[in-house]
């Protein structure tokens, strides 16, 4: 079946660290990968996403990620963390041949510390 | 310009009640979505629409009914609201390849 973890629950960094946000994926095929971000009170926003080709790509507000076919992996990173990037993050996966149908992971709550 | 646009924000009513959520999007996309997130954040697709056309309809109890007069809107209709029907509803559209979805702000619904 398919699935997405996302591992992390709830992550706490400091404002100016670095931030990895982990999600692991099982899927029969590598499916387009997408980061979505939900800020408080909001619809989601997409990050951004990986179909094929480079398999680091870079997003909106800083953020990049890297796909590892090996580790069926898509995690998310940002080298400096601002207070307005506590949010909720989304993984989403989803399969060419059921497109249209993501399957969201369960989400990562990001706190920000001043 | 809003995008994806929904009514109402709010929704509070009474258990046994009937409601209605409105979505609609400008970008000319044709495909709409319905998502249900609780309140663990958890998000779970109910329906999905291509062109006017039901696509995905996952398991969710039949008092819940979409409709989609065109491919710029996407209604969902409860029938005999109960306590779990508590969330926020969010609506969504995208375009085929690439497939990336765009989100409305969210309806809230509050059922006592």
């Known amino acids: 079946a398919q699935s997405v973890t996302q591992p992390d629950i709830h992550i706490t960094v400091s404002e100016g660290a670095s931030l990895e946000l982990r999600c692991n994926y099982s899927?029969?095929?590598?499916?387009?990968l997408f980061w979505y971000v939900q800020s408080p009170g909001q619809g989601l926003q997409l990050l951004l996403k990986y179909f094929s080709g480079d398999t680091l790509v870079q997003g909106i507000k800083g953020f990049e990620a890297e796909f590892k076919r090996s580790q069926s992996s898509f995690n998310l990173r940002k080298p400096s963390v601002h207070w307005s990037d506590a949010a909720e993050y989304f993984c989403?996966?989803?399969?060419?041949?059921?497109?249209?149908?993501?399957?969201f992971g369960d989400g990562t709550t990001l706190t920000v510390k001043p | 310009d809003t995008a994806v646009s929904q009514t109402p924000k709010y929704l509070v009513t009474q258990m046994g009640n009937d409601k209605s959520i409105k979505c609609e999007q400008n970008?000319?996309?044709?495909?709409m979505y319905w998502y249900k997130q609780d309140s663990k954040k958890f998000l779970k697709i109910m329906f999905s629409y291509n062109n006017k056309e039901l696509i995905i309809n996952e398991t969710v109890p039949n008092r819940f009914s979409p409709k989609s007069p065109d491919k710029a809107h996407l209604n969902l209709h409860i029938n005999s609201l109960e306590l779990g029907d508590s969330a926020v509803y969010f609506c969504?559209?995208?375009?085929?390849?690439?497939?990336?979805?765009?989100f409305g702000p969210g309806t809230r619904l509050t059922v006592t």
């Open positions: 899927y029969g095929a590598t499916p387009y």
């Open positions: 970008l000319g996309h044709d495909t």
């Open positions: 989403a996966p989803e399969r060419e041949t059921n497109a249209g149908k993501s399957t």
């Open positions: 969504a559209s995208s375009q085929a390849d690439p497939y990336e979805q765009y």
